[in-house]
């Protein structure tokens, strides 16, 4: 029998911030602070008990292997965080209220195509389009109480996929945008290695050969699956927060990034991440 693993005096991660930011699509909630996550090749139930954290049905080697690189739990976030109030102090109190935030280290396959799909749909669809794709193409994994999860298919799995059941998983018109992903890497046109040794630009451009990716699909990838930490995704909700809080008018995009680039350098992606809390509370991104 595995006993559960429990990590004391956990610093700076809260797990519903962390999982709920919009970063990640492969959890159930099933409790208060405890979900099932579905990441590593592997099921994990895990539960947030104030500073301690339960990961159930797991043992030591497991949780080093695994859990302690995908919840990132070996940086130190209070450098991370003094670099960004130092870049722009109004963001110290947003902190303060929302020490948890973390990123995740993630699959680069199943975050590429996670992003894919999070084209013009809320967190819920995507949740669910995952969780169909995942059903219909991935390997079942069973672990302590929780049968019947399903992995996230490889790009393997994903090459016996057709466009009527990728539709059938309700991705829509991303569906031959998922294929030309599974093409792009089954054939080695993107290469996660080659793709996290090339500058950022030539990465982003690389990504951007698949139907579909455009700049901002692209830098979630470099941030949340190549841990490109430096990259700052700008979709419609950050371009109108970044306006309100620097420019005060009609910005391009590739304005804003590279202004959030100089502003808080290789911490950009951590940035951006509290400047939508800002943004919520104060309500500019409504």
Known sequence: MIDNYILENVNNFDINEVLTCGQCFNFTEIGSNEYIVTAMGSVL??????SSLVFYDTNEDEFNKKWNLYFDLERDYEIIKDSIVKADPRLEDIIEKHPGIRILNQ???????????????????IKQVVRN?????????????????????????????????????KAGFRAPYILDAVDKVSTGAVVEQDLKKMPTD??????????????????????????????????????????????????????????AGNLFGENAGYAQQYLFMYAREAGVAR
């Open 107 to 125: 699959d680069f396959f199943e975050t590429l195509i996670s992003f894919i799909i999070s084209q013009n749909k809320q967190i819920p669809q």
């Open 133 to 169: 794709l995942s059903e219909m193409y991935g390997t079942p994994v069973s672990k302590g109480e929780m049968p019947g999860a399903h992995l996230f298919p490889t790009q393997e799995e994903l090459l016996r996929a057709t466009d009527e059941g990728i539709r059938s998983c």
């Open 202 to 259: 030539e990465a982003r451009k690389s990504l951007m050969q698949i139907k579909g990716v455009g700049e901002k699909v692209a830098n979630c990838v470099l941030l949340f699956g190549l841990g490109r930490r430096e990259t700052f995704p700008v979709d419609v909700w950050m371009k109108r927060i970044m306006e309100h809080m620097y420019f005060h008018k009609d910005t391009p995009k590739d304005e804003i990034e590279a202004f």
């Open 45 to 50: 139930r895990i539960k947030q008990e104030g």
